[in-house]
């Protein structure tokens, strides 16, 4: 019982903080030379956005992307919007240069990608979510990238725009901890996943990925690695959107990626197996031990250290007390937070409890197939300035 008990905080501890010191050593060691400064011809990119029932932000997301520093005649934008019920298609085809591909029933958004990608002709295809908005040197700090034959995609950063009302602050402390961790996985060999709000890719690398697919950009991603591409890491192009609008709205969410993250670990799995075995150590440490071991451990650490703290004692009662306080304090968040009372001392054991308690209910969801491939979308913080 001892045994089990340190080998789970071990893994937790390693899951978490561990991996993240290793990341940075061996960034360190092995990181890759800095890319081009700057792509001498620019290549022909489309700009792919999904929008499903966006009437409230496709606007200004069409905006965004037409003033972005990149020429007009190299520069394809695109926005796919099946199943939207609303004026999303309507709006879209009112914007000049944006071309609008619309099927009336939602089937999901990979189904969606999949559609649409036969149709372009250009050599980069670049995605993002109808909620973000990009910065205007994005699509020319992404393709110098592209210069090395070797780069099959290219993540952007995410970010979190704070606001004093809404639940951003744990989630944009584990963003901006996920985007050193981003960086330091691309300078030892390949990102580990990007995020559908920017991702780019070759498009003559692109594969179709299953349409059931729950995490799509994460997959899609991970299989250029998995085929001995790079996938790198860009920071200097990002993605901002508001933060969700409730604790609740951001647990739904949490909980699609994790079931998502289950169904991809199977799809993934020879990424299971070390035949690289830097991708392996970075693969697993990064996000099958965050996804499919951690949540689980966590109530095995707990239960155990309630059967040593009454049978040894000593240390063990100390640390029962410990994990005790880190749980009450993250009770206390959550209660403080249902009141609009965010103390920032609470975010950290907040967050950490909130993530791994929605991964258990997404494992839950994979499990039982509760999971829809279609988003059900989560109400986002309401948006007061334009980028």
């Known amino acids: 019982m001892e045994a089990v008990f340190w080998v789970a905080i071990g893994i937790v501890g390693y899951a978490y903080l561990g991996y993240g010191v290793l990341a940075a050593v061996l960034a360190w060691v092995l990181g890759k030379p800095e890319p081009f400064e700057r792509a001498e011809d620019l290549p022909r990119v489309s700009l792919v956005i999904a ?20 020429p007009g005649d190299r520069l394809e934008i695109v926005v796919v919007t099946d199943g939207s019920t609303d004026r999303t298609p309507e709006l879209a085809s009112g914007v000049s240069n944006v071309r609008v591909m619309h099927a009336p029933e939602r089937r999901g958004k990979i189904h969606a990608l999949n559609r649409v990608i036969p149709t372009l002709g250009t050599e980069i295809v670049v995605f993002s979510d109808a909620n973000a908005m990009l910065n205007p040197e994005a699509l020319r700090r992404i393709v110098r990238h592209f210069q090395d034959p070797r780069v099959a995609g290219v993540a952007g950063e995410k970010r979190i725009k704070p606001q004093a009302d809404d639940v951003s602050a744990g989630e944009g402390f584990y ?17 580990m996943g990007a995020a559908g709000e920017l991702v780019a890719i070759r498009r003559e ?14 997959v899609m991603s991970m299989r250029l690695v998995a085929r001995g591409r790079r996938v790198v890491y860009e920071p200097g192009a990002y993605a901002t959107e508001e933060a969700s609008a409730t604790i609740a709205e951001e647990f739904k969410r949490k909980a699609r990626i994790v079931a998502g993250g289950w169904q991809a670990v199977f799809r993934l799995w020879p990424l299971l197996l070390p035949r690289h075995p830097l991708i392996w150590l970075q693969y697993v440490s990064h996000r099958v031990l965050r996804w499919v071991l951690v949540p689980a451990l966590l109530p095995v650490i707990l239960v155990n250290n309630m059967l040593l703290a009454w049978e040894v004692g000593a240390v063990y009662l100390w640390l029962l007390q410990l994990q005790l306080a880190l749980y009450g304090a993250a009770l206390l968040g959550w209660r403080l937070q249902e009141r609009g009372i965010r103390p920032p001392w609470l975010y950290l054991p907040f967050y950490f409890t909130f993530l791994n308690a929605a991964a258990l209910v997404g494992a839950y969801r994979f499990w039982t197939r509760a999971q829809s491939v279609t988003w059900e979308k989560a109400r986002r913080a309401p948006r007061t300035t334009s980028l």
């Open 205 to 218: 690398a692109y594969v179709p990925v299953e349409n059931d697919t729950l995490l799509e950009d994460f």
């Open 51 to 70: 929008a499903y029932n966006e009437e409230e932000v496709i606007l200004s997301k069409l905006a965004n992307s037409v003033a972005l520093d990149y």
């Open 175 to 191: 963003w901006r901890y996920e985007s050193a961790l981003k960086r330091w996985d691309s300078q030892i060999s390949s990102v």
